[in-house]
Nanobody, 121 residues
């Protein structure tokens, strides 16, 4: 059984920071490509960061330099540090198991339920 549980979402002011966590009940977590996606109301789900088992990461242009994805394979946990938050970053944030380096939602095999991030100006 695969389960992904996100946490850490909150309401913050623009310029603030948050750290999201994703606890993964996956026996293959240590070898999986993991990603963060987000979806704002009325918009398509957007892939924003992906990380491989060794900690190498790739980011969408919209978050490059502000967000950092990381993982702790000993704790089966994925993280996303969000800095310099903007109102346009407000969305439901999801972690997922993805295929290779893909940030396309259709290439994600397992999803969490999401955690809400709200950013006020």
């Amino acid at each position: 059984q695969v389960e992904l549980v996100e946490s850490g979402g909150d309401s913050v002011q623009a310029g603030g920071s948050l750290k999201l966590s994703c606890a993964a009940s996956i026996y293959f977590f240590g070898s999986a490509y993991m990603a963060w996606f987000r979806q704002a109301p009325g918009k398509e789900r957007e892939g924003i960061a992906v990380i491989n088992r060794d900690g190498r990461a790739y980011y969408a242009e919209s978050v490059e330099g502000r967000f950092t994805i990381s993982r702790d394979n000993t704790k089966n946990t994925l993280y996303l540090q969000l800095n310099s938050l903007k109102p346009e970053d407000a969305a439901m944030y999801y972690c997922a198991v993805t295929r290779w380096w893909s940030l396309r939602p259709e290439n994600a095999d397992y999803w969490g339920q999401g955690t809400q991030v709200t950013v006020s100006s």
